[in-house]
C-alpha cells in the first residue's frame, strides 16, 4: 500500500484529503448534483488507494497499441495497420495473462509484467470513436489518470477529432504530454522539427500551455527488443527516441513528483465538480433573482394597492359626510324660518310642517348617499379586479420567461417546483379574472355596507336599502317635528315659547345629525376598511407560496454559495500542502 512509502508528513496529508474528500462529497451530496459527478468524485477519492493510471489517447492508426507494447517490453495488445481497439482497454497486473471483456465498450488485459504492478494503462479507441463514445473514457478513466499520453501520427499529426479530445481533457485539468508516434516516416530532422512545432502550437492553443513533447517510434522501439545483436539493438533503441519518453514517465511517476500527482489528481477532480456545483448554483441565483423582481413586483403593486385605497377611500367618505353637512345646514336654517310667530297656526299643523321638513330639508339626500355609496362600492370593486389582472400579468410574463430559458433542457428540481407554484399562483389569478362578476361583487359588498350601518346605527336591519336606512334615522330618530310646540299654549305662551322651542329643536337636531354623521361614516369607514383589508388579504394570500418559495431558496443558494467557497478553499490548503512535498 501507499502508506508504506510516505513520510509521517505525507501520511498525514493523505489522511487529511481522504477526509476532507469525503466531507467535500457528503457536502456536494446535498447540492443536487448529478449522481454521476458525485460518483466520479468518489472514484477519485479511492484513487488515494489505487495504483497510478496511465491513459493513452490519440486517433486510430496512430500506433497506439504499438507505443504501449514498446513502453511495456512485451507485445500484450494486438496492433495492425486497421483500428485494432474498438474499446476501452485495462491493462494491469495479474498473475496469469488474460482478456476479460466487460462489455462491447470495455476489457480488461492482465499480465505478470511487474511494471503492472505500479502502473495501469488504459488503451483508447481512436479519438473520433471516442468522441462518438466517450462515456467511459471521460467520466471514469480520465478524471481518474495520472498522467495522460496524447499520441499523434507523424503522418497525420494533430488531426480535428484529437484536437477536440484535447478540449475535453482540459476541462479535467489532467496533465497531458504529447507523443509524436512514427518519426522513422520522417528523412530529417527539419521536417520533424516543422510537424513538431505545428503540433505544439495547437495543442498549447486548445490546453493554454505548451506541454511536455517527444518523438519516438514505437516501430524501431520494438525492432530493437527483438533484435539479438547488442550493439544493433542500442542503435535502433536510439533511433526509436523511447528511452527518453521512458525515462519521463518514470521520473514523473516516480517518488515525490509521482506523490504529489497523486495527491493532486483527486483534487482536480473535486475542484472541477465543485465549480460545476458553484457554475449551477449561479445559473439559480440569477434566475431566483428574476423570481425575487417578480414577488417584490407583486408585493409591490399590493402594497400601492393598498395605499391607493387608504388615499383613495377618506375622500370618497367626505363626499357623503359632505350632503349630510349640507342637510343640517339646511335643517337649521328650515328651524328658523319655520319655528316663528307668525306661523303659529301652520306649526299647529304638524303634518304640513313635517311635509314641508321633508320636501325642503330632507329631499333626495338619501338617493345622494346612496348613490355615492354605490359609487364608493363601484371603484372598489374595479379596483379589486384591475389589481388582480396585474398580479396575473406578472406571473404570466415570469413563467413565460422561464419557460422560454429551459425550452429543449431537461428542468431540475428547482425548475419543477417553480413552474408548477407560478403555474398554481397564476392560475388562481387566473380564474379570479375570468369569473370576477361585478355585479355580483358589487351586490355582495351593498349588502355589507347595508348590515354594517344598520348594526351601528343601532336601527333595524330588516330596512331595506342605504337610502330608506338613512330616511328612517332622520326621519324618525332626528327630531320629532310635530311635537315641538302644543296648541294649547301657543296664543299665551307663544312670546316666549317658540324661541325657546326653536332653539331647543336646532340643539336637538345638530345633536342627532352629529350622531347621525359618526354613526354612518364610522360603519361606512370601517366597513369599506375591512372589505379593502380583505382583498389585499386574499392578494396577499395568493401570492404567499411563490413568495415563500423565492426567499427560502434565496436563503439555500445564499448557504450553497458560502459553503462552496468554503469547499475551494479547503481544495486550496490542500493544494498548498501538496505542492510542499
Not at 288 to 306: H, M, P, Q, R, W
Not at 382 to 409: C, F, P
Not at 487 to 499: E, M, N, R
Not at 526 to 538: K, L, P, S, T
Request: aromatic residues 6%; charged residues 30%.
Amino acid at each position: 500500500m501507499l502508506q508504506s512509502m510516505l513520510t509521517e508528513a505525507q501520511a498525514a496529508l493523505l489522511r487529511d484529503e481522504k477526509q476532507s474528500l469525503a466531507e467535500i462529497r457528503l457536502a456536494l451530496s446535498t447540492l443536487d448534483l448529478p449522481r454521476e459527478s458525485l460518483d466520479t468524485l468518489q472514484k477519485a477519492i479511492l484513487q488515494l488507494d489505487e495504483l497510478f493510471l496511465l491513459v493513452v489517447v490519440g486517433e486510430f492508426n496512430a500506433g497506439k497499441s504499438a507505443l504501449v507494447n514498446a513502453l511495456l517490453g512485451e507485445k500484450i495488445l494486438p496492433e495492425g495497420v486497421t483500428p485494432t481497439t474498438s474499446r476501452v482497454t485495462l491493462v494491469k497486473w495479474d498473475e496469469q495473462v488474460a482478456e476479460q471483456v466487460v462489455d462491447q465498450n470495455y476489457a480488461i488485459y492482465t499480465h505478470p509484467l511487474e511494471l503492472l504492478r505500479e502502473i495501469n494503462i488504459v488503451d483508447t479507441p481512436g479519438t473520433n470513436a471516442v468522441i462518438r463514445h466517450h462515456e467511459r473514457l471521460t467520466d471514469e478513466f480520465v478524471p481518474r489518470s495520472d498522467l495522460v499520453l496524447f499520441v499523434t501520427s507523424a503522418d497525420r499529426p494533430m488531426s480535428e477529432s484529437e484536437r477536440q479530445f484535447l478540449e475535453r481533457i482540459r476541462a479535467w485539468g489532467k496533465k497531458v504530454v504529447v507523443t509524436l508516434n512514427k518519426t522513422d516516416f520522417f528523412e530529417n530532422e527539419t521536417a520533424l522539427n516543422e510537424v513538431r512545432d505545428f503540433v505544439l502550437k495547437h495543442a498549447e492553443q486548445v490546453l493554454g500551455l505548451a506541454p511536455e513533447f517527444f518523438p519516438v517510434s514505437a516501430r524501431l522501439a520494438q525492432t530493437a527488443q527483438a533484435e539479438t545483436d547488442p550493439a544493433r539493438r542500442a542503435q535502433l533503441r536510439r533511433a526509436s527516441r523511447i528511452d527518453a519518453l521512458t525515462d519521463y514517465i518514470r521520473d514523473t511517476l516516480d517518488d515525490a513528483a509521482r506523490l504529489r500527482l497523486k495527491f493532486s489528481s483527486p483534487l482536480g477532480v473535486a475542484e472541477h465538480i465543485i465549480q460545476q456545483a458553484q457554475a449551477d448554483i449561479a445559473e439559480q441565483a440569477g434566475d431566483l433573482n428574476e423570481d425575487k423582481e417578480t414577488a417584490s413586483a407583486v408585493e409591490s403593486t399590493i402594497t400601492a394597492y393598498e395605499q391607493e385605497l387608504k388615499s383613495e377611500l377618506d375622500p370618497r367618505l367626505a363626499e357623503v359626510e359632505n350632503i349630510l353637512s349640507r342637510l343640517q345646514a339646511r335643517g337649521l336654517d328650515f328651524f328658523d324660518s319655520t319655528i316663528r310667530l307668525t306661523k303659529i297656526a301652520d306649526l299647529a299643523r304638524g303634518d304640513r310642517v313635517r311635509a314641508q321638513f321633508e320636501q325642503q330639508v330632507l329631499a333626495d339626500v338619501p338617493q345622494q348617499i346612496e348613490e355615492r355609496v354605490q359609487l364608493m362600492i363601484d371603484w372598489l370593486v374595479n379596483k379589486d379586479l384591475s389589481q388582480w389582472q396585474q398580479m396575473m400579468t406578472y406571473l404570466q410574463s415570469r413563467q413565460a420567461r422561464h419557460t422560454e430559458r429551459i425550452v429543449g433542457q431537461s428542468g431540475t428540481r428547482l425548475d419543477i417546483r417553480r413552474h408548477a407554484l407560478i403555474e398554481s399562483v397564476g392560475r388562481t389569478a387566473q380564474t379570479i379574472v375570468e369569473t370576477y362578476d361585478r355585479n355580483q361583487e358589487a351586490s355582495e359588498l351593498a349588502v355589507h355596507v347595508e348590515t354594517a350601518v344598520a348594526q351601528l346605527a343601532l336601527i333595524e336591519a330588516g330596512a331595506i336599502g342605504l337610502g330608506a336606512l338613512v330616511t328612517f334615522v332622520i326621519t324618525s330618530s332626528t327630531i320629532d317635528i310635530t311635537g315641538i310646540l302644543a296648541a294649547s299654549t301657543l296664543a299665551i305662551l307663544g312670546f316666549f315659547v317658540i324661541p325657546y322651542k326653536r332653539n331647543k329643536a336646532k340643539e336637538r337636531f345638530t345633536e342627532k345629525m352629529e350622531t347621525l354623521r359618526a354613526k354612518l361614516m364610522d360603519a361606512l369607514s370601517a366597513q369599506f376598511n375591512h372589505e379593502a383589508e380583505g382583498d389585499i388579504a386574499r392578494m396577499k394570500e395568493g401570492i404567499a407560496p411563490y413568495t415563500r418559495f423565492v426567499r427560502s431558496e434565496l436563503d439555500r443558494v445564499d448557504k450553497a454559495q458560502r459553503q462552496i467557497e468554503g469547499l475551494l478553499q479547503r481544495i486550496s490548503e490542500l493544494r498548498a500542502r501538496v505542492e510542499r512535498i
